[in-house]
């Protein structure tokens, strides 16, 4: 076993010394040209803070990043990214978004960042809640058209286009290929044409692909990134379209707003009367069941399971905490699984698919009695994270004065520290590989599994 760990260690280590850049994987440009705040269409608004409810257009618009000036490549992959806000904010400029499609743009692909119309109708139920989502949808379809209409301005591959999102923004990816049928869509979201002048709420939306724009292109995509979303129900993903588009997903066991796997999602009261009591507002489908429901299905998805994590844990990347150290897991799981995945472009290093998560829908196949760090954070024990782990890495609930050594498998020690409550390890100089992680507090000595991952 050791052996097989060197020789996978000096395989890594070639790789770093000897490769070219690839493109697609590696960042081969330093800057990106960025094109504002491109119109992509216009639709009713049914926002309830909009005084014309229902009646006024609002144009959408979207960002579009590209690799610079000299970068004259043929047939580049596109990808589409929506944002979060629970619908109800949010824009393209979120930083999270942005970061995303700088990090593309400069390893060769194009990116553009979307609005979409947010906002509730009131009084805020499940129908109002899905018609929201189905406007937004419609408007992710407008765009990814309005992309293809400018192919050949932006030298776009039509056959390469993918769609990802943070949380909302997930959602949209996800229900773009998911929800692709008519008769998939709930009875009471009414399709009917828009008519202006019927002030009822129930006023009809149009069909799925909706009236932003009109541009006649297909609205299909190849790929899907999912961070934090969650569909309606899996069975949308049983036709021969959604079958055949592979899925990246990454979410956390403990998240609190998007179900990690089956439940209810509960709002805040928009009213302006207290209490604001949270609101049971539909029952969705998190990433977990969506990932068993492909596997069992032959689909191509690949899962990052976040143990312990709430939502949307990369939130705060630029503070060089754990929002860094979960953004630096994002990309190199994203990174790798898109060339692979999605691109077919052959094998690369980076992060695969951690050890199976624990049945949050309390099966018996692997309980969640047995499962190990999100057992290990509701029990008030130490939590390591992230594992795989990049450039750094954290360990949470010690007790003060607690002393934790690094190992690698050779028995040398790598750090030692003394620490209390939250521990940050910078493991930039370390070498990719397996590490022993030993907390001493008291009379008590508790080891750890690390992985190191460059």
């Known amino acids: 076993m ?28 330093d800057d990106v040209q960025v094109v504002k705040d491109q119109v992509y269409g216009s639709n009713y608004v049914f926002n309830f803070l909009e005084l014309e ?31 979060g806000g629970s619908f109800l904010g949010g824009t393209k400029e979120d930083k999270d978004i942005v970061y995303f499609c700088n990090e593309y743009a400069k390893r060769g692909f194009v990116c553009i960042s979307i609005n979409y119309r947010i906002g509730y109708e009131l009084p805020l139920d499940s129908i109002k809640a899905v018609r929201t989502v189905y406007r937004a949808l419609q408007d992710g379809r407008a765009a990814v058209r309005y992309m293809r209409s400018r192919a050949s301005e932006f030298n776009i591959d039509k056959n390469r286009v993918y769609f990802g999102g943070t949380s909302a923004g997930a959602f949209i990816a996800l229900n773009t290929v998911f929800l692709d049928r008519p008769e998939e869509v709930p009875s009471y ?33 190849m790929g899907i990134i999912n961070y934090c979303g969650a569909t309606k129900v899996t069975s949308w993903m049983d036709d021969e379209y959604a079958r055949n588009v592979p899925m990246i997903s990454m979410h956390g066991t403990r998240d609190s707003t998007v179900p990690y796997a089956t439940r209810v999602i509960k709002l805040n009261d928009l009213t302006p009367i207290p209490p604001q009591i949270p609101l049971p507002i539909v029952q969705v489908q998190g990433s977990y069941d969506i990932d068993r429901h492909a596997d069992r299905s032959g689909m191509s998805s690949k899962f990052y399971t ?51 998560p624990c049945d949050f829908n309390n099966g018996d196949e692997n309980p969640c009695a047995i499962s190990g760090i999100a057992n290990e954070a509701s029990n008030g024990q130490t939590v390591l994270y992230p594992n795989p782990a990049g450039n750094l890495m954290y360990i949470s609930g010690l007790e003060s004065g607690s002393i934790v050594t690094l190992v690698d498998l ?45």
């Open 2 to 29: 050791k052996k097989l760990l060197l020789l996978s260690l000096c395989i890594g280590a070639m790789w770093g010394a000897n490769a070219q850049p690839l493109r697609y994987y590696d960042k081969i440009y």
């Open 53 to 83: 409810f229902g009646l006024t257009k609002e144009d959408q618009t979207l960002d579009i990043y590209l690799p610079p000036a000299q970068d004259q490549m043929p047939d580049r992959p596109l990808i589409v990214w929506a944002h």
């Open 189 to 221: 979201v009414d399709t009917s044409g828009h008519d202006e002048l019927n002030l009822d709420p129930q006023i009809g939306l149009d069909g799925i692909e909706g009236k932003t724009n009109e541009i006649a292109e297909s609205s299909e995509i």
């Open 306 to 356: 976040w143990y312990g994590a709430d939502h949307v844990p990369y939130v705060n990347y630029d503070d060089n905490g754990a929002g860094a150290a979960y953004m630096d897991t994002v990309m190199r799981f994203t990174v790798k699984h898109v060339y692979e995945d999605f691109l077919k472009l052959g094998t690369v290093p980076g992060l695969g698919e951690n050890e199976p």
């Open 410 to 454: 050779n028995g040398r020690i790598c750090g030692s520290f003394n620490c209390s409550e939250l521990l940050e390890i910078n493991t930039a100089d370390l070498e990719q590989g397996v590490y022993t992680v030993v907390i001493r507090s008291g009379g008590t000595v508790e080891q750890k599994r690390a992985v190191i991952v460059r």
